[in-house]
């Protein structure tokens, strides 16, 4: 069992002493979808800390697209909820990268692809997310990229 997934379950139990509802549906729902997932795998794979931020990456972006989905139809309470929730994963994320340490990876990727202009968008987004893998949202970096490849082309 990896290490994140031994958290997650010591935080789960500490969740149940503490009668915190909101932390303990997150974690259930966080070890159901563990469950599935090794199940998918086979019971000779062992989860690894990357499988499970994988998964908490899936479940956070699930949740925000919920969120967006609740204040359309008019209903912010159930919004509210869906944030609370994606805020209890990010807990179980690494710490993410600052716009400055995305913009250095997005130059280095963009020399090392020889970009010179938006057109390698593909390819520099490609090299960029490989380097910021987990540590920095797709949308943060396809805005990165976007700008310096403009910069760039002028």
Not at 13 to 35: F, G, H, I, T
């Amino acid at each position: 069992m990896s290490d994140l997934a031994v958290r997650i379950q010591s935080d789960l139990v500490a969740a149940m002493k503490n009668k915190d509802e909101l932390v303990l549906s997150v974690l259930r729902m966080l070890k159901a979808a563990m469950q599935m997932l090794q199940a998918e795998k086979g019971k000779e794979y062992s989860l690894t800390d990357d499988d499970v931020l994988t998964l908490v990456r899936r479940l956070i972006k699930q949740r925000n697209e919920a969120a967006e989905m609740y204040r359309q139809g008019g209903a912010e309470d159930r919004a509210q909820r869906e944030l609370a929730e994606a805020e209890v994963l990010k807990a179980y994320q690494p710490a993410q990268l600052s716009d400055e340490d995305i913009m250095a990876a997005v130059a280095k990727a963009a020399s090392e692809v020889n970009a010179s202009g938006i057109k390698d968008m593909g390819k520099v987004m490609g090299k960029t997310m490989a380097a910021v893998k987990g540590l920095a949202d797709g949308n943060r970096v396809k805005a990165a990229v976007k700008q310096y490849l403009e910069q760039l082309a002028q």
